[in-house]
């Protein structure tokens, strides 16, 4: 099995400090939600934003978005040889059953994570649910996954293309591939000592979404044929 993990993603509802903050107000008021119960996202609420800690890794869900789309409904995932996880900014995990069909509408995307991220999982009554939460930390969730190998990709890591990269760490040695879920900024120190590799698969910095989908059709160049 291949695990993949979005680290440190920009996946959070409007924290406490800016709830009260004249722009989110009026957003959640439109939307007919409580300030603290909805997504925050830099398209709408940079002026609010732009002084909190970090804010340039935050308020990014599009990115998870594109990725879990890419995931789910990759070649990988439909041969259950995939299992994707989301680390956010502010120390959660979300777990996602493989069979989780992501709304391709951004506007519902939003409504769903609203949805867990509030009441922590989705279904909201569901014994086994499609989407659910737990506060840990990344080195939390190499413990629950005991991963043969972790590899972390960074645009400063050491040079290997996404096809040596599959054929070093094999999919039946269970990898796990930490990539960051945000839009700039660089992984935590605390997140890259938990990594066996630091890898770079290209000479430039890439959006998240291409990394996904260049590391997913490697491993199924080899491992699906
Ligand atoms: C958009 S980048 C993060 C921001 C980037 N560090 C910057 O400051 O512009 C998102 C993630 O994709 C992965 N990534 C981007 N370019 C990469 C590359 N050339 N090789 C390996 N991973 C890369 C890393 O995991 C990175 O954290």
């Not at 120390?91 to 949805?115: A, C, H, W």
């Not at 992984?187 to 066996?196: G, L, N, V, Y």
């Amino acid at each position: 099995m291949l695990h993949i993990c979005l680290v440190e993603s920009g996946l959070e509802l409007v924290p406490k400090e800016i709830s009260k903050h004249p722009l989110i107000r009026r957003y959640a008021k439109k939307r007919g939600k409580k300030p603290s119960k909805v997504l925050l996202d830099i398209s709408f609420h940079y002026h609010a934003m732009k002084n909190l800690k970090d804010f340039n890794k935050r308020g990014r869900p599009d990115i998870v978005h594109f990725c879990l789309l890419e995931a789910l409904g990759s070649p990988l995932n439909k041969m259950a040889l995939l299992r994707i996880y989301v680390h956010t900014y502010d120390g959660k995990v979300v777990f996602i059953d493989p069979s989780t069909r992501i709304p391709k509408n951004y506007i519902r995307f939003v409504g769903l994570m609203e949805q867990l991220l509030d009441k922590g999982k989705v279904p909201p009554n569901s014994s086994s649910p499609l989407l659910w939460i737990r506060e840990m930390s990344v080195k939390d969730l190499i413990g629950h996954v005991k991963p043969g190998t972790v590899i972390l990709l960074d645009e400063k890591g050491k040079k290997m293309s996404v096809h040596e990269l599959a054929k070093k760490f094999p999919i039946g040695d269970n990898p796990l591939i930490l990539i960051g879920g945000f839009q700039r900024g660089n992984i935590s120190q605390e997140i890259r000592e938990q990594a066996d590799y630091i890898v770079s698969i290209f000479k430039e910095t890439l959006e998240t979404w291409i990394v996904i989908s260049r590391i997913l059709c490697a491993y199924e160049h080899i491992y699906t044929a």
